[in-house]
């Protein structure tokens, strides 16, 4: 069975502090591919960024980055100078192949308090 | 374009009311999912639609009852709940290959009385 763990429940920091939340996932899929999700007050899950496990380029988007390592099985992701708007929960997600359709295990996710 | 819409985005109701939720999407995806959030847990699947057809049905109570009817839309049929089905409803669409990307929409808050 597929796990993801986001051993950090909540994350406090100050204005253009620096923030990492980490991933570590189990997975016995050779083929996989890694989510994460940000979920604001409003509900809404946004997309952030798909990895698959062939590619372990990191990857950095603006203020946000990602460090996917496979031999350790974590896939962390990082904001850079954190605005207030960055407050949200965020959801590390593993993506399995079902007999029909595509199944995600999240994370039990991070809350990410930024204050001004 | 990768907007989900559902409607509505509140809803009361009370534990002897039919319901439904809607969900739309017009990016062509085959593939649609409803999912269900309790507080501060991350979102449960409840249903796949691969095609128009229930493909993942995850030993969800037949009080909710999900139907297809065309490519875009999705549905969820509320009878009978309990009060413990309140919740954030979540609706997901992506392609139908592979493992792609779900695209969620805004959620319905749903409170059981």
């Known amino acids: 069975a597929q796990k993801v763990t986001q051993a950090q429940t909540e994350i406090s920091v100050v204005e253009k502090e620096d923030v990492t939340l980490d991933c570590v996932y189990e997975?016995?899929?050779?083929?996989?591919?890694l989510f994460w999700y940000k979920q604001p007050p409003s509900g809404e899950l946004v997309f952030l960024i798909r990895?698959?496990?062939?590619?372990?380029q990191n990857e950095i988007s603006g203020r946000y980055s990602w460090n996917f390592q496979k031999s350790t099985s974590s896939f962390n992701f990082t904001i850079t100078a954190s605005q207030v708007v960055d407050s949200a929960v965020y959801f590390c997600a593993l993506s399995e192949r079902a007999a029909a359709g595509n199944k995600l295990t999240f994370g039990g996710g991070t809350r990410v308090l930024v204050k001004p | 374009d990768t907007e989900v819409t559902q409607t509505p985005k509140h809803l009361v109701m009370g534990m002897t009311n039919k319901k439904s939720l809607k969900c739309e999407q017009h990016?062509?995806?085959?593939?649609m999912y409803w999912y269900k959030q309790k507080a501060k847990k991350p979102p449960e699947l409840m249903f796949v639609y691969s095609y128009e057809k229930l493909s993942i049905n995850e030993s969800v109570p037949s009080r909710f009852s999900p139907e297809c009817p065309n490519s875009s839309l999705l549905n969820l049929h509320l009878h009978a709940l309990q009060p413990e089905d309140s919740a954030l409803y979540l609706c997901?669409?992506?392609?139908?290959?592979?493992?792609?990307?779900?695209?969620f929409g805004p959620g319905t808050r749903l409170l059981v009385l």
């Open positions: 997901a669409s992506s392609q139908e290959r592979g493992q792609e990307t779900q695209y």
């Open positions: 990016m062509g995806h085959r593939a």
């Open positions: 997975t016995r899929d050779t083929t996989y591919y």
């Open positions: 990895r698959n496990s062939f590619d372990e």
